[in-house]
């Protein structure tokens, strides 16, 4: 009789840790799951697309406060340009009326850049949202984890094992299923970050804009635009980042170890998010932006 309630016991215990185990890894993977899921939709968003208000906010700042200043510079500019035309041909001994139709051309084009900043920047998002969602198609579905066969295989597994290699295990998901919220909520934070960013590239835009008709200014004008082009096509390596990733969780197999497979997982996610955090100075590079 005692033999029979120590049988009991041990199934339920069984059972008890069975079941904490199957909850411990289908919130793991349920959480990254999502956050990938996700990642195509939020890096292809525009700037306005991505948050109406943040964007009429940081659209209105741009009016009022910065057009203004990019209106001083360029006055400024348009001046410098002015003189050092006239200047440079002989002390104004050898002036070529053409001279005075090129600077109004070019102080036309001048006023037109900085009269459509937004519109320019905002193409240029719109460039990289093309590129994302080119990428998504190749990887959308590709990048999520079965969770429903990983649990399946992992309750054949649980079934032959000892209590406590059972208890052993219910400490290892537990460590690894924190460890993966803890990434799920890097990987929205670094997606929240860039989009700040861009609104905060986007709020200057009139006074960089307002630096291209001078040679030397126009270095400022120059690397502000290589930047937006960077932040842009950051998405992109994000969703190059994510099919790497697809392609290294798929070719873990649960059935083999079931313990180097959680941590393999574990150790893929991890590489994906210090990948993401690295996209930003990757595109700044490719694109020469300082």
């Not at 009789?1 to 840790?17: A, F």
């Not at 460039?127 to 295989?153: F, P």
């Not at 998901?173 to 861009?198: C, D, P, Q």
Request: glycine fraction near 8%.
């Amino acid at each position: 009789m005692l033999d029979g309630v120590i049988e009991e016991i041990e199934k339920w215990m069984h059972g008890l840790l069975a079941g904490m185990v199957t909850a411990n890894m289908s919130t793991m993977y349920e959480d990254v799951n999502t956050q990938v899921g996700t990642i195509a939709g939020e890096v292809g968003k525009t700037p306005q697309g991505w948050n109406g208000s943040i964007y009429n906010l940081i659209h209105g700042l741009s009016d009022s406060v910065m057009l203004p200043i990019a209106g001083v510079i360029i006055t400024y500019v348009l001046c410098y340009e002015l003189i050092s035309m006239l200047t440079e041909k002989n002390n104004m001994h050898d002036i070529d009326t053409w001279m005075f139709f090129k600077y109004l051309i070019k102080a036309w084009i001048a006023v037109y850049l900085v009269s459509h900043t937004l519109d320019i920047t905002l193409a240029v998002f719109d460039l990289g949202k093309r590129a994302v969602s080119s990428a998504a198609g190749t990887v959308s579905g590709t990048a999520v984890i079965d969770v429903s066969s990983l649990l399946s295989l992992m309750e054949e597994k649980m079934a032959d094992m000892e209590l406590g290699e059972l208890a052993a295990l219910v400490i290892e998901t537990f460590i690894i299923s924190f460890g993966m919220k803890l990434l799920s909520v890097l990987i929205t934070v670094i997606l929240y970050v860039r989009m700040v960013e861009i609104y905060l590239y986007i709020s200057v835009a009139p006074i960089p804009f307002a630096t291209f008709s001078n040679r030397e200014w126009g270095q400022i004008g120059s690397n502000y635009l290589r930047g937006l082009f960077a932040l842009a096509f950051q998405g992109f390596f994000i969703m190059v980042c994510v099919g790497i990733y697809a392609v290294l969780a798929g070719t873990i197999h649960m059935a083999d170890n079931i313990h180097s497979a959680l941590f393999g997982v574990a150790a893929y996610t991890v590489i994906l998010c210090f990948s993401l955090m690295r996209t930003g100075s990757l595109s700044k590079s490719i694109f020469n932006a300082h």
